[in-house]
T-cell receptor, first 115, second 113 residues
Framework: GAVVSQHPSWVICKSGTSVKIECRSLDFQATTMFWYRQFPKQSLMLMATSNEGSKATYEQGVEKDKFLINHASLTLSTLTVTSAHPEDSSFYIC???????????FGPGTRLTVL | GESVGLHLPTLSVQEGDNSIINCAYSNSASDYFIWYKQESGKGPQFIIDIRSNMDKRQGQRVTVLLNKTVKHLSLQIAATQPGDSAVYFCAENIGDSGNKLVFGAGTILRVKS
């Protein structure tokens, strides 16, 4: 149980284009999902908290207009990286919080490479 | 700011031995702690958790110990296997911050056959 999927698993795009990443909780409903970014050999850094039916809460230093988050249902949150640039290349990981235990279960991650 | 940190960035153990990964935390408001395992190119995988009203919790081959007095958390892996090789992160759930997780820096566990 508590499986989270992400799509795509990797994406390569040109600078200036937008990329959408989907995060789905497959066997449970999640009112809260989280988006993290991880650079090589570093820990996970929380970007934003995605709340179903309301606006996302962004961490300090994360541009909300650049990283658009939509949490339209209890099983799906999307992260759109707008006007991507090479410095946005990273490993993006989402998690979904199981309300009954507060445990966050993570997706497999999406490797974004911006050329 | 407050953070979660790890004492040992890399731990090498012989297959079959026990492994102990340590973690220090500094936020007294943390009420829930989780250990995750991350293999290369994958997302973190839940291993075991413990709440602040407990000091020990056991799973299959893993045990988590919590010492609130010194704000210390440890993960013990019994009979370490090659498949245990990964990066291990401790994370603290700060209850009064919207249940956000703060991750430690990570410890690389290498299992030698």
């Amino acid at each position: 149980g508590a499986v989270v999927s992400q799509h795509p698993s990797w994406v390569i795009c040109k600078s200036g284009t937008s990329v959408k990443i989907e995060c789905r909780s497959l066997d449970f409903q999640a009112t809260t999902m989280f988006w993290y970014r991880q650079f090589p050999k570093q820990s996970l850094m929380l970007m934003a908290t995605s709340n179903e039916g309301s606006k996302a809460t962004y961490e300090q230093g994360v541009e909300k207009d650049k990283f658009l988050i939509n949490h339209a249902s209890l099983t799906l949150s999307t992260l759109t990286v707008t006007s991507a640039h090479p410095e946005d290349s990273s490993f993006y990981i989402c998690s979904a919080r199981l309300t009954s235990t507060d445990t966050q279960y993570f997706g497999p991650g999406t490797r974004l490479t911006v050329l | 700011g407050e953070s979660v940190g790890l004492h040992l960035p890399t731990l090498s153990v012989q297959e079959g031995d026990n492994s102990i990964i340590n973690c220090a935390y500094s936020n007294s408001a943390s009420d829930y702690f989780i250990w995750y395992k991350q293999e290369s190119g994958k997302g973190p995988q839940f291993i075991i958790d413990i709440r602040s009203n407990m000091d020990k919790r056991q799973g299959q081959r893993v045990t988590v110990l919590l010492n609130k007095t010194v704000k210390h958390l440890s993960l013990q892996i019994a009979a370490t296997q090659p498949g245990d090789s990964a990066v291990y992160f401790c994370a603290e759930n700060i209850g009064d911050s919207g249940n956000k997780l703060v991750f430690g820096a990570g410890t690389i566990l290498r299992v030698k056959s």
